[in-house]
């Protein structure tokens, strides 16, 4: 066990001094410590679910669209990238993230403390389709395919009824269980393959709890019928999509996934619900590889190096 550096790159004195040196927070020989926004770092499995450029995306689009967000919550938020982002870009902000994996809630919260956000960012360990009222079944039955015990499908909820929040993020996993290679680690698994909740599941929780004139920030595969499934989710939820953005991650290519930004139906005037703006694709990579001009931008915009 080894504590952190004390040279902490892209610091210098006489600057502040970051948090995470004084944190007294260890790096366990299975775990890796990574920049992540800024000064921020995210603690990490060595060889669990690492961040992906998909939670990049989601934190940069919703804080991009809310950037005056005053409470902010983060749905499925796993070992805390889009979490950690957002509260980087949102300094005044206040957060709840809720995630139900075990492990990931441990490494989250060593985030925190590292990145010392003690004070604004409170992490809830459950299952974000749990009902408002202790006791109260799912909105859905489970599958038998997530073997998950029924028992926990009646604890307590995770989040209050009358708890509203300015900028909603998720980062959905994108296959029901059977329909690709599952990973054997408990962590890659559940980030892929739909173990606790769908992107159904998402826009009803956030719908429950936007706050007026909200706004919900979420990534997922547009091809046809995944994107079906998005818009299917929004409509049960009375959400519209009011604006998505492309992303080819090779240039030439087709888009893979899309960024969402959905807001709550009742929020927005009435001739307005019935569209959605189709924002230009948003290419990472350069058809030779490099990193795109863009996608450069939108990494100095969250504090990584472009």
Not at 96 to 118: C, I, M, P, W, Y
Not at 141 to 164: G, H, N
Request: one cysteine or more.
């Amino acid at each position: 066990m080894r504590h952190a550096d004390s040279h902490f790159k892209g610091w210098a004195k006489p600057g502040p001094i970051p948090p995470g040196l004084a944190s007294g927070v260890a790096v366990e020989p299975h775990e890796t410590l990574d920049a992540i926004s800024g000064h921020f770092r995210l603690f990490q499995l060595r060889d669990g679910h690492r961040f992906s450029t998909d939670d990049i995306l989601t934190a940069w689009y919703g804080t991009s669209w809310c950037p005056t967000a005053r409470t902010a919550l983060d749905l499925g938020s796993g070992i805390g990238t889009v979490g950690m982002i957002c509260a980087w870009r949102l300094p005044g902000a206040r957060f709840v993230t809720v995630e139900a994996q075990a492990d990931s809630v441990v490494l989250a919260k060593k985030s925190v403390r590292f990145n010392g956000l003690t004070e604004r960012y409170e992490i809830r360990e459950g299952d974000f389709r749990h009902g408002e009222e202790r006791g109260q079944p799912c909105p859905r039955d489970p599958a038998p395919s997530e073997k998950l015990a029924d028992s926990a499908f009646r604890a307590p909820a995770v989040l209050r009824a009358d708890e509203k929040f300015d900028l909603i993020t998720g980062s959905p996993p994108y296959f029901p269980p059977g329909t690709g290679v599952e990973s054997e680690h408990p962590q890659k698994l559940a980030c892929r393959f739909e173990l606790r909740g769908t992107v159904v599941d998402y826009s009803a929780t956030a719908a429950r709890h936007l706050a007026l004139g909200g706004f919900f920030a979420c990534v997922f595969p547009t091809e046809p019928a995944q994107l079906a499934r998005v818009e299917q989710g929004a409509r049960d939820a009375g959400l519209v999509i009011v604006r998505r953005r492309p992303v080819v991650f090779r240039e030439s290519e087709p888009p893979l996934v899309a960024l969402f930004g959905l807001m709550r139906a009742t929020d927005l005037p009435e001739w307005f619900r019935g569209q959605t703006w189709v924002e230009p694709d948003l290419i990472i990579r350069t058809r030779d590889g490099k990193i795109h001009p863009e996608y450069s931008a939108v990494k100095l915009a969250i504090g990584f190096p472009p």
